[in-house]
């Protein structure tokens, strides 16, 4: 009798549709396998809708500001972050590794909970998985790494990838270890520079199908794939992006200070504009402040800017934290409060309806996710709550509008289509599995309870990660 394995592999930044549309042509049979199997699942991701943060409700079931890290790049308001630094944060480059540190010890992860026996690739969130174990570190791979990320080059970044799946698959093979947690990036990076119907993300598809199919078939020659329990997720959408808008750019324009990526070094700032995705952005207003800014002191000096930001057509969504567990959401001049209580959450729109649902109070998080999973904004109600109101997230938190991102510049592909935001194309995505699920989840945080049933681990009485148990990450 073989010990339970678990193996996810992330197709980063793969719609629905697009796995559909690769099913019915045929260049997917794995993957169609796995379908006709246990359904094709759409299931919703996190705000941030970004690659890595996205990657923490499967790893640890907590979503990723309550577990401390509100975003791809984020201001320390604490100031335990390096001064050098400017006090911030960003996992694009050298401070990737990071993660892990900012990780709320609480948070642990399911590489933690395998006791390490497990592989990673590309997994970003590595805390409890050994050095050995990440196929993705060593300085020869570093080296290639970073120079078809600088240079943009999609074709080279997809060549490194089969060679790491390679690896991946043979590793599995011989090691059989408990627990996989594997992504594949190169499709979204070809989604980005030359659009979501790219050749490159057909390609990188095609490849996890080729790993799939490489892992069933070593499984069932040895008798493991009966007790083996394979999912294939992603962890974003993408949509389509024809207009830049610099939030950075824009704020000094308006005549105010401002720090953001790529540079952060320490000065007299007087916001901190940390954008993720690049379809949302943390806004931290007035820096001396070592805590956020709640209304009224948020409005106090800030309010015409805040008004002019709500105003642009690039900005969606406005989020802010009124209290400590009221938060105010504006779509132009519409606003909404979602207010939290013991007795679960409720959004009551009140000068406009920002979200355009109905009212409702006092529901739980599953019910709170059915009332807006078909809706423009899906679990919108849930995901902005848990957001804006923990400790290291913005005074703002905003959501691009689609058509828009939130970065002109410094990135190393020009982008025509980008993700981050808080809309369904980048919030819905496919989850596929070689079992036959017995409920279908509707988070990718439920794929974490699903993981640790799957490999033993008794998961009853267990706390689910429910708004009214996010005071630690909202300090409180």
């Known amino acids: 009798m073989h010990e339970p394995t678990a193996i996810v592999l992330v197709a980063d930044g793969l719609r629905p549709e697009t796995l559909d549309a690769a099913i019915s042509a045929g260049d997917v049979p794995e993957l169609a396998a796995l379908r006709d199997t246990s359904g094709r699942h759409v299931v919703t991701t996190v705000f941030p809708s970004v690659t890595g943060v996205a990657y923490i409700p499967m790893l640890t079931g907590r979503h990723p500001a309550e577990a ?59 805390r409890g998985l050994p050095r050995r174990s990440q196929l993705d570190r060593g300085v020869p791979y570093t080296v290639r790494v970073v120079h078809a990320h600088l240079m943009g080059d999609v074709a080279r970044w997809a060549a490194i990838e089969e060679e790491l799946a390679s690896r991946l698959v043979s590793r599995v093979r011989r090691e059989r270890p408990r627990f996989v947690y594997a992504a594949f990036t190169a499709g979204d990076k070809a989604a980005h520079l030359r659009g979501v119907d790219a050749p490159g993300v057909r390609q990188s598809l095609k490849l996890v199908d080729h790993v799939v199919g490489s892992i069933r078939r070593d499984a069932e020659r040895d008798g493991r794939w009966s007790s083996m329990h394979l999912w294939v997720v992603s962890d974003h959408g993408h949509s389509a992006v024809d207009q830049h808008y610099d939030l950075a750019d824009s704020f000094r324009d308006a005549g ?66 009124l209290s400590e567990r009221t938060v105010e959401v504006r779509r132009g001049t519409d606003r909404a409060e979602i207010r939290l209580s013991a ?36 679990d919108s109600v849930v995901q902005l709550a848990r957001v804006a109101l923990a400790k290291r997230s913005g005074d703002l938190v905003i959501s691009a509008s689609p058509g828009w991102d939130l970065r002109r510049r410094y990135e190393p592909i020009d982008h025509v289509s980008s993700h981050g935001a808080l809309h369904a194309a980048h919030m819905l995505v496919p989850l596929l599995s070689n079992r036959r699920l017995a409920e279908t989840p509707r988070r990718t945080a439920d794929l974490h ?28």
Not at 278 to 298: C, E, F, I
Not at 349 to 377: K, M, Q, W
Not at 460 to 467: F, H, K, N, S, V
């Open 343 to 378: 007795d679960g959450v409720s959004y009551l729109p009140e000068d406009g309806n920002p979200l355009g649902i109905d009212p409702f109070e006092s529901l739980c998080d599953a019910a709170a996710h059915e009332r807006t999973v078909g809706t423009p904004y899906p």
């Open 68 to 126: 401390g890290v509100p975003g791809l790049r984020w201001y320390d308001r604490s100031r335990q972050l390096s001064a050098l630094l400017g006090h911030s944060r960003s996992y694009v480059g050298t401070q990737l590794r990071r993660i892990n540190h900012d990780l709320l010890p609480s948070a642990r992860t399911l590489f933690e909970r395998v006791d390490g026996h497990a592989l990673g690739l590309a997994a970003m969130i590595t």
């Open 449 to 476: 309870r699903l993981l640790l049933e799957a490999l033993g681990f008794r998961t009853q009485g267990q706390p689910r990660a429910t708004l009214a148990s996010a005071g630690e990450a909202r300090g409180v």
């Open 256 to 321: 105010v200070k401002v720090r953001s990526h790529p540079w952060t070094v320490p000065d007299r700032s007087d916001a901190a504009v940390m954008v993720s995705g690049n379809g949302m952005a943390h806004v931290y207003l007035g820096l001396d402040s070592r805590t956020k800014l709640q209304s009224p002191a948020l409005s106090r000096g800030w309010a015409p800017l805040i008004e002019q930001v709500c105003s642009q057509p690039a900005i969606d969504l406005v989020a802010s934290q």
